[in-house]
Each structure stands twice: as structure tokens, then as C-alpha cells.
């Protein structure tokens, strides 16, 4: 299983950008898909969750963020709205795959940066 991660990039402060990841590979379903992040310097944190259509965001983006999933695409989303400085950071995806067992992949990051 390969987790694909697109749509980072450069913006300003107030601005937006979607992220999306696409799982590709042999499995039987996704159990549940994240959003974490790493500023430099700093752990990598959860940012948002979302499983089953139940969704979970860390404080700070909550309002601003929305995840989202579209089972067919097997392609989990973060939009990403009113960015403001302090989020930037490598955003990386997460799932966690049902094949026989469940395993966890993660997908290579992808750099926000928010400035002006």
C-alpha cells in the first residue's frame, strides 16, 4: 500500500489550499485516514481525522480545516482555509489498512508554508 500526498505549496496568510492523499495497492477497505503535521523543529501532531464519516480535528483548525474522504478514490482531503502563519509545516497523510490485519502507512510530506 502507497499513500500519495499532493497540494502543498506556498500562500499567504487568509489564504487556502486543499491537500490530498490517494492510497493506492491491495487491500480490503481503510479503516481510517489523518492529517498530522511537523513544523521545524517541533513533534509531529494530529491535525485531523476522519473514520467511518465520524470527523476530529486538533483545536487550533477547528472552523478553518475540513477533512474529507471519497471511498471510490480511496483519496482522503484537507481543506485548508484562513491559514495563518503558525501552520506551516510538512504535512504528511496517515492511514490505517485493513489487509489481513490492520496496518498503518504513512505518505511522504507535503510543505505548507504560509507568509507574506
Known amino acids: 500500500v502507497q499513500l500519495q500526498a499532493s497540494g502543498g505549496g506556498s500562500v499567504q496568510p487568509g489564504g487556502s489550499l486543499r491537500l490530498s492523499c490517494a492510497a493506492s495497492?491491495?487491500?480490503?477497505?481503510?479503516?481510517?485516514m489523518r492529517w498530522y503535521r511537523q513544523a521545524y523543529g517541533n513533534q509531529r501532531d494530529l491535525v485531523a481525522s476522519i473514520t467511518d464519516g465520524n470527523t476530529n480535528y486538533e483545536d487550533s483548525v477547528k472552523g478553518r480545516f475540513t477533512i474529507s474522504r471519497d471511498n471510490a478514490k480511496n483519496t482522503v482531503y484537507l481543506q485548508m482555509n484562513s491559514l495563518k502563519p503558525e501552520d506551516t509545516a510538512v504535512y504528511y497523510c496517515y492511514a490505517e489498512v485493513l489487509l489481513i490485519v490492520t496496518r498503518q502507512f504513512w505518505g511522504q510530506g507535503t510543505l505548507v508554508t504560509v507568509s507574506s
Open positions: 495497492g491491495t487491500f480490503s477497505r481503510i479503516v481510517t
